[in-house]
């Protein structure tokens, strides 16, 4: 069995320390990955301090994965042995039900199997995340990665890419549309940046005018000071679209007030506490709050494959994996543009 090692938490109190475990053996259609590079992900945070009552301990987080493919199973066609590869949230489903059969394995009947902090379908254990030297993952839901892209760069598209390009596409983001973006995280600066690459009238909607400078360089073409309400009213019944990927407790009316009659406003964002909306600001306009997550697996295909032919990537601040309890302090504190990504390498 492989041998493993990685940062990991016994309890929701504890920080990440070093922590040693063992992996199953990669069957026929699984390959087993040396990872170079795993993001952040504010859901490793939640999840390590149990902040959504679901976390398995120990737990070692991490599902925005790239690595080198170091051995292959006897059925495996999609990578050999050498080959980069890409693993994000989710690592199994039934395969079986109707999501799964139409290429949205996340939306599984039965549960999609996370990466980590989840119960292994093949042997019962219990799943293990990239905040470690190795992963082993059946083929399908592991991706290939463009050759001209960062690789530091591209391991939070795993989540933070596909988590943003996915509803984007979902509700026809293009040319002709306003769209606003809620958030200038991990996630806002992913979504003004494809919003942006498909073409249409980006505007990044901020507390903080420090990030106007960065939302305009990132592709917005307007930025919008939330807390400034002659601004908000100015743009009122004006969006095609908004995105909302803000992971703290917000009012969501002022941002429902700047729709169009019949447009939508689609949560991404993860806060602690679930958000509270007042009918009449959906009732006035017929407007909609839909929720997005994640992507299928031809999906996230799909978006690495767009990302490599537009040179799109996350804007990354690479970290020994000995800073990752900083990280974290850090990341509650929005201290980093835009996603902290472990150089597994400094593990060694």
């Not at 070093?18 to 945070?45: A, K, M, Q």
């Amino acid at each position: 069995m492989p041998s493993s090692k990685g940062y990991g938490t016994a309890n929701a109190q504890s920080p990440l320390a070093p922590i040693s475990f063992t992996r199953r053996e990669p069957g026929p259609t699984e390959i087993l990955i040396e990872i170079l590079y795993t993001g952040v992900c504010h859901s490793d945070l939640h999840m390590a301090r149990n902040e959504w009552g679901q976390s398995i301990y120990p737990l070692v987080p991490g599902h925005e994965i790239l690595g080198r493919v170091a051995a292959a199973g006897s059925k495996v066609t999609k990578f050999k042995v050498g080959d980069i590869a890409a693993v994000g949230v989710i690592v199994d489903s039934c395969r079986k039900c109707a999501p799964c059969n139409h290429g949205e394995e996340h939306f599984c009947k039965e549960g999609a199997t996370l990466t980590y902090a989840a119960k292994d379908r093949v042997d019962g254990s219990i799943t293990m995340g990239g905040y470690s030297n190795n992963y082993v993952v059946d083929e399908r839901f592991a991706h290939t990665v463009p050759s001209n892209l960062d690789p530091a760069g591209v391991a939070p598209l795993l989540c933070a890419g596909i988590t943003t390009y996915s509803p984007l596409r979902h509700w026809k983001v293009g040319p002709g549309m306003k769209v606003g973006i809620v958030g200038l995280g991990g996630l806002g600066h992913m979504a003004l940046k494809f919003a942006h690459s498909f073409g249409a009238h980006a505007v990044q909607i901020t507390t903080s005018l420090r990030k106007k400078e960065d939302a305009l360089r990132l592709g917005a073409d307007e930025v919008i000071l939330s807390t400034d309400e002659a601004q908000m009213k100015a743009h009122a019944d004006s969006f095609d679209f908004i995105l909302d990927a803000v992971s703290a407790p917000h009012a969501l009316e002022p941002y429902l007030a700047l729709l169009k009659q019949d447009a939508t406003m689609t949560l991404v964002g993860l806060p602690e506490k679930p958000p509270s909306v007042d009918v009449f600001s959906l009732i006035s306009k017929r407007v909609s709050i839909a929720g997005s997550m994640i992507g299928g697996m031809i999906e996230t295909q799909e978006m690495l494959d767009y990302c490599g032919k537009h040179n799109i990537t996350a804007d990354v601040e690479v970290i020994p994996i000995q800073k990752v309890n900083e990280a974290f302090e850090r990341m509650l504190k929005q201290d980093v543009k835009y996603r902290f990504v472990i150089d597994m390498s400094t593990l060694a």
